[in-house]
């Protein structure tokens, strides 16, 4: 196959994961090959193989991409939020806002059969624990007594509600308006935790 669009060396790897993306988000899954991102990338079908070993490897890297992505939105909300519980709260909207609007990247990234749960690969292991300090920084500001197992816990707890109902939403058993009263009913219980 002849190419129409040539790359400078190192940028082949990142224009495949943009056209894996691309098919992705129209196609699902099922969409993904090799060969269609390398025909969707404008190169031979052989071009990826220089970069992922199999298609699998391939969906490995994309949910790298899309929990690197998901972390950067929580990070800013957090950034951009007063401390305490308006950063939980903020946290937990780009939470789910991502995964409304990237719900084929989202379900990636969880997929257990791409990324296994205990065994991450060694990108995406940092990307959980950084997602996992987020967390606990915000919920050790709201309340500095939270240690050790207790506060892993709290972590596990604030994650699982915000993952619970963005796969709701995206699935669509909850409206997307319901997000803002589900948040809110999370706040409600969020305040019988004394603020430091």
Not at 10 to 31: F, K, M, N
Not at 86 to 106: C, K, M, N, W
Not at 119 to 141: K, W, Y
Not at 146 to 173: C, D, P, Y
Request: charged share 20%; hydrophobic share 45%; with cysteine.
């Amino acid at each position: 196959m002849s190419t129409s669009t040539t790359y400078h060396h190192g940028d082949l790897g990142p224009a495949l994961l943009a056209a894996a993306d691309e098919l992705l988000v129209s196609g699902g899954v099922g969409a993904l090959s090799l060969r269609e991102v390398a025909r969707r990338a404008g190169v031979s079908h052989n071009a990826p193989y220089h970069h992922f070993a199999d298609r699998k490897a391939l969906l490995k890297r994309l949910s790298e991409r899309h929990m690197g992505q998901l972390l950067d939105a929580q990070r800013r909300a957090y950034e951009a939020a007063p401390a305490g519980s308006a950063s939980l709260r903020a946290i937990a909207e780009a939470y789910l806002d991502y995964a409304v609007t990237h719900p084929q990247g989202f379900a990636l990234v969880f997929d257990p059969e791409i990324c296994v749960p205990g065994s991450p690969t060694p990108t995406m292991a940092p990307l959980i624990r950084a997602n996992e300090d987020l967390l606990a920084d915000v919920l050790t500001t709201m309340d500095p007594s939270l240690r050790g197992t207790e506060l892993e816990a709290a972590v596990a707890a604030v994650w699982s509600f915000a993952h619970g109902m963005a796969t709701l939403v995206v699935a669509g058993h909850l409206p997307r308006e319901g997000m803002a009263s589900g948040l809110a009913a999370l706040m409600s219980l969020a305040r019988t935790v004394p603020e430091g």
